[in-house]
């Protein structure tokens, strides 16, 4: 029975070395990391993107897990009125399927908030009355995708 917890206990130690070696500490990002982008209306306005560059590791915010990244095309944007486009994958640029999208607007100095999922081709229409303020994209295994307008 001594034998046996030992045993365990080992095990349990290499997995625990394991874990925390996989998530290195360091706040760098991979060359091979492809970073989100955002195109309105086939210009590049990636400067509006927030946090573009994910910061991995055990003492980085966006943890140990590197996940893949969200780009977004905007096709058409009539501030004040309607907003068309695509969310895909950063990396292999296939679109994504029920990415949640929240749309802020400022209506009158009041902010209100719009939601919308992409269809299969990651295609996304949503109509509104005011300024775009900020998109935020979401899907499971992506890392949010934030873009503020007010940088515009």
Known sequence: MYNTSKRMLFRTIIFLIIIISGCNGTKTVSAHLTFPELKIENERYDRLILDRKPEYGYSGKDGC??????????TELSNGKFIIGQVYDSENKTPLLNAGIIFSVNRNGIINTIETLSDKNGMFYTEFDGKLKNIIVARVAYRTLKIDFDKL
Do not use: K, L, P
């Open 65 to 74: 897990v590197v996940m893949r990244e969200i780009s977004m095309n905007i």
